[in-house]
């Protein structure tokens, strides 16, 4: 460290506050729902090497702390006071960006005629043009339906804009003015960044800042390290799926080995699948990028959570991310829903940490965010669309606590919306927004419990959508023998002759009368059920998020006139621990892994990968055609004779052989 | 109301319940300080009120009227020490209060977890009734179902309970039916309906306004019925008002009703003090620091009127009623100093409080405190504190800060004072940036206020953060210590009122607008009757949320008596817009969501009394050395009682009252003005 303990405490505090700020002044200024509501927006200082040396703690998204901004600075060359740089495109920023809406601009702050750092920050926008409104489309094919690439230019041209740039920008987007309200209130921020900036310089002197901007990574990184230390040294892998791609009836797998040493981890992704030709797909250049690293910077964050949130956080983290793959796609692979493919990113890490720190980590979360939408006829030709709730599930139980029933922040924490407000705006009538009792993972620590909402459709030709819809099929797993939570179920007009349960829907349409019933996943469970303290089990009975029936038969508890039959609950104890099967990830998957084990599919992966982009997702196909054929309609939903198992497992081995 | 008798008010705080007593007769004010009694808070006011009697001569028959903030619903609702409550809730929304707003405090912590509900789900039931967002009836309850639920009421055996239907908002005579029935039918039991108390569209933040309500009201009654008798024994039988978190208050009986509204009054006050303070100064635009032991607080205050928050939180729980908006930024004079693992100053956020406190208070504590620090460097005077009523050990302090220098490389004769002066700008730094971003989200400059100080570090510390956070001008106000005893004391009366309506803004709608409007005057006034208000001043502050259709969030817009057609409602929008965004949009139209009411019964101001002119250069008392930037610097040291009006002093000094010290730094100069005030200003720049 070059500066005192005080100074740097000091200039600590200043700098984060600094980019705290920025993001105030971008919540005040901006006027769209991205910004308002859903917090989707960032800004920071970057140092002279484009990475964050301050980022806020409590405001904007928390995850981006590990972007790169130097490729960009670099792509548009010499800078000037009055300089703005603009990006959306994940290629050409390597990474900055991660899909299209995402504005990025970028300052350099001068002092004295010379480049002392730079303010960074990004709007999720309204929509930047493309196939479909908003620009986000699950089965987008190629980044070119998503909408105006923009590569790194200067939007600012010493404090003008550059008009040929405005005139792009206007001409390829559905809401132009939003996007220049954004622009402006981004714009806003990075000024009163420079402002503070520039105070903060005046009271300490550039070269005392300048220090502090180096001291704060270093310290930040030193601080990972010592929490990483207690990480016991080994390898742990996990491995994890996506229902599908939202194209194809084909689950996606995410593969992780975490290897721990002396405060260093090594993130090995081999072993994910091939980049999908959907648009799930994270653009992370190989690096150490946000979307693979969120779970290291909250387990950062959980064991010491002084840590201040920077780059450095990120100096003891090494990543291996096959080029090709699902986590680091070649051009022009979409990416527009990168967040989904994130969710189960964050899933496998979550798993291989927990072999690692069973007494730390939680089982699985619900790992489903449904922003569930109503597109209803306005009476005028057009149509009124809102969301009417963005639905999660619960967070995963861990050593000593139950999960969290109806909440889940893994990788976005958004508000949900009053049934109110939504009511008085679409013509529906919301019945039911509740929990969803039974569905979280049995355990010593029960897991939190996944979510309902039911609601009448009151004007005819109404379309709904679901996307984010996972974990229909994959469970979320429980931990250390607790069970996984109940998967997720779509069902139009439930408790009727005309029930309907439904899989995946891109577009609903339904008419005045019916009801729509999204069910929610419940989280997992940690530690055997047997050993849950039945008195815990009486009082989730009493608070209804188990039932009486599920109290005995998923926790062997015997329940009689509202208290604890101890005689009964010991017998039915004995039989669960008799019974050893306890499968933490559901039977689903089980049988999945028996056709397609691990380690055969790791192989598969690596050579699928190493195939050129042109043939790997037709091979992949075929391959999966020709191993599915041996199995049962509904696999692995439904079983499947040993024979068959058998069988596919040949014929993928033989795959995997031939590649 | 006794117009003639004093005006007492009366702040209890954690540490000490202080009073201000207003004379009518010749308009003196009188200070008082007892210590705090929080196993039992009335005992130290009904002590109190008797020795503070005896200082300004009077005797219980002379007291006019009681103002009273109290903390007592606000630490229930943190400790979760409430009443045991139900909640009846439509059908299909018994999770309305574990889902809440369904985020988490934090998406960066496996460990995190969600708040406490305040009503366990098996205390939550179901009715199957509601409304729809248009305000029909869409499903009633009948007799049938009514005794249903009234009877599961009566089995859970609950202290009190909260009622809420959802669209409930829209008619809320539907509701306070309903409530009213199902008390009758479980036995009088006490039922708040949230359409009732505060009938805005969102229904978590509104049945959480009933469930607070209903969770503090048996503990409150209790309360005020003890201080009532307490009181009367002595011989006080002037009527009792209640402070509230809006910066007005409400009679006794009212604050039995509604007890929601007086949960953040304590600081309140202290705001609405400072704001009329300032006004009669002639200072247009304030921040208030307020200092305590365990934090400090900062609130915006223009014109002579506080800003008012519609979504502050409450122990982990939002609360939309309209209270003075408070911003916590930081360190108390409690707060620890200490040094982390990898060698950084920190200070805070643990408080070693009032037990043991800080260590010169000689009670245990081993940590050195921010007011550790102050002795160290000279700010405090050992023998002064709290008027020469509490000795502090500098030695012990000093020693402390050495321990904590030695640890951060800071040794010699000056390592204590190094690191005391170090821990004081950490703590400094912290507050400034706390400061910045609070006026950053609300678009506005530190450097065009003026900071206004109170409680006990307030004044000690002041000169240091508007130093820090180029405020260049402070003002302090006579008996800083025991200032939210004041703005009680001078609390208006001040109820608000709200109904969602959510239209278009046309002629029908503001024809509706009006309409409703004048619905809540007429349940203002004769709210504002029954308190047994007597004044003519009444005022109407009318206001509405609106947005442009289609965006996410509303803006608070004040609509004044002019505003009575659509046009002029959709400018007074457009003006706000335009103010906050830069621009208006005249193409999309303009919503009404909510519209909003307080009404007013203005008080009798209390003004400070005018003090005798000083000679310009008053006389110091002694000189005492403190440390800035490093070396040790002499310090003239003055009386605040002898200051004279007009008087100048130049930093450094120091300038100690009973109740506090404050410090004036090199580069400033401080001036008393008639009323008392000690204007801090900058010299240099």
């Known amino acids: 460290m070059k500066l005192d303990p005080v100074t740097l405490a000091i200039l600590g505090n200043k700098l984060a506050a600094v980019s705290e700020e920025m993001c105030l002044t971008l919540q005040r200024t901006g006027r769209t729902l991205y910004v308002k509501e859903t917090a989707d927006f960032a800004c920071a200082l970057a140092g002279l090497d484009g990475r964050f040396f301050a980022y806020p703690r409590s405001i904007g998204v928390s995850g981006f702390v590990g972007l790169e901004c130097g490729p960009a600075i670099a792509a548009v060359g010499t800078l000037e006071p009055g300089d703005v740089i603009l990006t959306n495109d994940p290629y050409r920023s390597e990474g900055l960006a991660t899909h299209l809406p995402d504005l990025h601009m970028i300052e350099p702050y001068f002092h004295n005629g010379k480049i002392v750092a730079y303010g960074w920050c990004f709007v999720h926008c309204s929509d930047v043009g493309g196939r479909v409104p908003s620009s986000i489309s699950p089965v987008n094919t190629e980044i070119f339906q998503e909408g105006l690439r923009i590569p790194p230019v200067k939007l600012m041209k010493k404090g003008e804009m550059n008009p040929d740039v405005a005139l792009f920008l206007n001409a390829n987007s559905r809401t132009p003015d939003a996007n220049m309200g954004d622009i402006r209130a981004m714009l806003a921020a990075l000024a009163a960044g420079r402002r503070r900036l520039e105070q903060t310089i005046s009271q300490h002197g550039a070269e005392t800042v300048s220090a502090a901007a180096v001291d704060l990574v270093a310290y930040s990184a030193e601080k990972a390290r010592t929490v990483l230390k207690r990480v016991p040294a080994g390898t742990y892998s996990f491995d994890d799926y996506l229902d599908d791609d939202a194209a194809t009836r084909l689950p996606v797998r995410v593969a992780v080995s975490a290897t721990f040493a002396d405060g260093e981890v090594h993130l090995d992704f081999t072993g994910t699948d091939p980049q999908v030709s959907t648009a799930m797909n994270i653009p992370s250049r190989g690096r150490p990028h946000a979307w693979l690293t969120l779970r290291v910077l909250a387990l950062v964050n959980t064991l010491d959570p002084t840590t201040p949130l920077n780059v450095g956080m990120l100096a003891p983290v090494k990543i291996t991310a096959p080029e090709g793959s699902l986590v680091n796609p070649q051009e022009p692979a979409a990416v527009g829903v990168r967040h989904a493919a994130a969710i189960r990113v964050n899933d496998v890490l979550n798993g291989a940490f927990g072999k690692a720190l069973p007494d730390v980590m939680p089982a699985a979360s619900s790992g489903t965010v449904i922003p569930v939408v109503m597109a209803e006829p306005d009476g005028h030709g057009g149509r009124r669309v809102q969301v009417i709730e963005p639905m999660i599930g619960g967070t995963g139980a861990r050593k000593g606590r139950d999960g969290i029933d109806g909440r889940d922040s893994g990788i976005s924490n958004l508000a949900n919306n009053p049934v109110e407000t939504v009511e008085a705006e679409l013509g529906i009538e919301i019945t039911t927004y509740a929990l969803r009792p039974n569905s979280g993972g049995a355990g010593q620590w029960r897991g939190g419990c996944g979510m309902e909402l039911t609601f009448r459709v009151l004007t005819d030709d109404s379309n709904v959508l679901g996307r984010g819809l996972e974990r229909l099929l994959f469970r979320p797993w429980g931990s250390n023998g607790g069970r996984p939570g109940m998967p997720g179920q779509l069902i139009l007009n439930r408790g009727t002759e005309r029930e309907k349960h439904l899989g995946k829907i891109d577009v609903l349409t339904v008419n005045s009368g019916d009801t729509v019933t999204f069910l929610t996943p419940g989280a997992g469970g940690w530690g055997h059920p047997a050993a849950r303290d039945p008195q815990a089990v009486l009082q989730d009975v009493a608070n209804g998020f188990v039932t009486i029936e599920a109290a005995a038969s998923d926790y062997g508890v015997a329940i009689v006139d509202g208290v604890v039959d101890a005689v009964k609950t010991e017998s039915l104890r004995k039989g669960m621990v008799a019974s050893t099967a306890v499968n933490g990830q559901g039977v689903e998957r089980e049988r999945w892994d028996q056709a397609f084990p691990a380690s055969v599919m790791d192989g598969l992966n690596r050579s699928l990968v190493a195939l050129p982009g042109s043939v790997r997702q037709r091979r992949r196909r075929e391959i999966f055609d020709a191993v599915l054929a041996e199995l049962p309609e509904g696999f692995p939903r439904v079983a499947a004779t040993q024979t068959a198992v058998n069988a596919a497992r040949q014929r993928l081995e033989a795959a995997a052989g031939s590649l | 109301m006794q117009k003639s008798g004093a005006r007492i008010g009366i702040d209890v705080g954690g540490t000490f319940t202080d009073f201000v007593l207003s004379n009518p007769n010749d308009g003196s004010l009188t200070y008082y300080k007892e210590p705090s009694t929080p196993d039992e808070p009335s005992r130290a006011l009904i002590e109190g009120l008797q020795s503070l009697l ?542 909003r009411l307080a009404v007013v019964g203005v008080t009798e101001n209390i003004s400070q009394p005018e003090i005798a002119a000083g000679s310009g250069k008053p006389a110091c008392k002694g000189e005492r050395p403190i440390f800035r930037f490093g070396k040790w610097v002499s310090a003239g040291v003055y009386d605040r009682s002898a200051l004279g009006a007009g008087d100048q002093i130049a930093g450094p000094a120091i300038i100690e009252q009973d109740d506090t010290t404050t410090v004036l730094l090199p580069g400033w100069s401080a001036r008393a003005d008639a009323l008392g005030n000690l204007h801090l200003e900058r010299t240099v720049q």
């Open chain 2, 54 to 595: 005896k200082k300004a001569g009077m005797t219980s028959s002379d007291v006019g009227t009681l103002m009273h903030g109290t903390t007592i619903g606000l630490n229930a609702i943190i400790q979760r020490r409430g009443a045991t409550i139900a909640l009846v809730v439509s059908k299909g929304y018994r999770d309305i209060l574990e889902i809440a707003r369904s985020r988490m405090p934090s998406s960066f912590d496996f460990h995190a977890s969600k708040e406490e509900p305040l009503v366990p789900r098996l205390r939550i039931l179901e009715i199957d009734a509601r409304l729809s967002a248009s305000g029909a009836v869409s499903k009633a309850a009948d007799d049938a179902e009514l005794d249903r639920v009234a009877a599961e009421l009566k089995a859970l055996g609950v202290d009190a309970a909260a009622l809420v239907l959802i669209n409930g908002y829209t008619t809320p005579s539907v509701e306070i039916d309903m409530a009213q029935k199902l008390s009758e039918k479980a036995g009088g039991l006490s039922i708040t309906s949230a359409a009732a108390i505060w009938p805005e569209i969102r229904e978590y933040e509104r049945t959480l306004v009933a469930c607070l309500n209903a969770y503090i009201q048996p503990l409150m009654q209790r309360y005020f019925a003890g201080l009532k008798k307490g009181l009367e024994r002595d011989g006080v039988v002037a009527p009792i008002l209640v402070t509230a978190s809006n910066g007005g208050s409400l009679s006794l009986v009212s604050a039995h009703e509604r007890p929601v509204e007086t949960i953040l009054s304590g600081p309140a006050s202290g705001v609405m003090a400072a704001a009329r303070l300032a006004e009669a100064a002639d200072v247009k635009s304030i921040i208030t620091f307020d200092m305590g032991g365990t934090s400090s607080d900062i609130a915006v205050a223009q014109a002579g009127s506080a800003e008012l928050a519609t979504r502050t939180d409450i122990g982990g729980l939002p609360l939309v009623l309209p209270v003075v908006d408070v911003s916590a930024i930081g360190a108390g004079g409690g707060s620890i100093v200490w040094v982390d693992a990898h060698g950084l100053l920190k200070v805070g956020p643990q408080s070693a409080g009032a037990m043991p406190g800080p260590v010169s208070y000689g009670r245990g504590g081993k940590e050195p405190a921010v007011t550790d620090c102050y002795l160290t460097l000279g700010y405090i005077d050992p023998a002064g504190f709290l008027g020469g009523r509490m000795k502090l050990d500098v030695d012990a302090a000093r020693k402390a800060l050495a321990e904590v220098g030695a640890r951060i490389g800071l040794t010699g004769d000056d390592g204590a004072a190094l690191a005391a002066e170090g821990a004081l700008a950490v703590t400094t730094a912290g507050m400034a940036t706390e400061l910045y971003k609070t006026l950053a989200s609300r678009g506005l400059d530190p450097a065009a206020f003026a900071l206004v100080p109170f409680g006990g570090a307030g004044p000690t510390h002041a000169n240091l953060l508007a130093a820090e956070a180029g405020i260049g001008r402070v003002v302090i106000p006579p008996a800083a210590g025991t200032f939210c005893a004041l703005g009680a004391a001078a609390a208006d009366l001040r109820r608000d009122f709200v109904r969602s309506i959510r239209r278009s803004v046309d002629d029908k709608t503001a024809a509706l607008m009006l309409d409703v409007m004048k619905e809540l005057e007429d349940e203002g006034s004769a709210w504002l009757d029954r308190e047994g208000e007597t004044s003519q001043t009444r005022r109407f502050e009318r206001g509405a949320d609106m947005r442009y259709a289609g965006q996410a969030y509303e803006l608070r817009v004040k609509l004044d008596e002019n505003c009575r057609d659509a046009a002029s409602i959709a400018e007074a929008f457009h003006l706000e817009h335009e103010r906050i965004y830069g621009f208006r949009d005249t193409d999309t139209d303009v919503e009404l969501g909510t519209v």
